[in-house]
């Protein structure tokens, strides 16, 4: 059984209310969060951090867990978790862009229209809506994707 671990932040500007998204053309293509996998030795906060800096050029802080996307393969056990954080709390000029891809302020409302990357959609609620902490999603198995949110006690 492998376990990959990654992150992904929602950065919203306390003062319109606009969250900075990425439309990654590489891996995972389409439009999504910042963020990406945690270096030995790192700590999930550091790198959550790290990924916004070197997706975005911000410099955040004050990063709160809003939920875990835990993705169980069926058959071999593999895991691959994603920590998933929101913050107000940020400095800096916002990239036009990294190799990652565009990165820009949107509406949140607007991402509903968007070409978003495969299962961003079911990430959305965790950051979005109170009374969620982990999504579990099977995959593999020859059957489609699932999903369930398990609510917060």
């Given at each position: 059984?492998?376990?990959?671990?990654?992150?992904?932040?929602?950065?919203?500007?306390?003062?319109?209310?606009?969250?900075?998204?990425?439309?990654?053309?590489?891996?995972?293509?389409?439009?999504?969060?910042?963020?990406?996998?945690?270096?030995?030795?790192?700590?999930?906060?550091?790198?959550?951090?790290?990924?916004?800096?070197?997706?975005?050029?911000?410099?955040?802080?004050?990063?709160?867990?809003?939920?875990?996307?835990?993705?169980?393969?069926?058959?071999?056990?593999?895991?691959?978790?994603?920590?998933?954080?929101?913050?107000?709390?940020?400095?800096?000029?916002?990239?036009?862009?990294?190799?990652?891809?565009?990165?820009?302020?949107?509406?949140?409302?607007?991402?509903?229209?968007?070409?978003?990357?495969?299962h961003f959609d079911m990430y959305?609620?965790?950051?979005?809506?109170?009374?969620?902490?982990?999504?579990?999603?099977?995959?593999?198995?020859?059957?489609?994707?699932?999903?369930?949110?398990?609510?917060?006690?």
């Open positions: 059984m492998e376990i990959e671990l990654t992150n992904m932040v929602m950065v919203q500007d306390p003062a319109t209310g606009r969250v900075v998204a990425e439309e990654r053309v590489k891996s995972w293509p389409g439009v999504t969060f910042p963020g990406g996998h945690v270096e030995p030795g790192e700590s999930f906060t550091e790198s959550a951090a790290r990924e916004v800096y070197e997706e975005t050029g911000l410099r955040v802080s004050g990063l709160i867990p809003c939920g875990l996307i835990n993705w169980c393969h069926r058959e071999n056990g593999d895991r691959y978790l994603v920590f998933l954080y929101k913050t107000t709390c940020f400095t800096g000029q916002l990239l036009p862009g990294t190799e990652e891809g565009r990165v820009f302020w949107t509406e949140p409302e607007a991402l509903a229209r968007m070409r978003l990357s495969e959305l609620p965790l950051f979005f809506r109170d009374g969620y902490t982990e999504a579990v999603c099977r995959y593999g198995g020859g059957l489609p994707d699932e999903i369930f949110y398990q609510p917060a006690e």
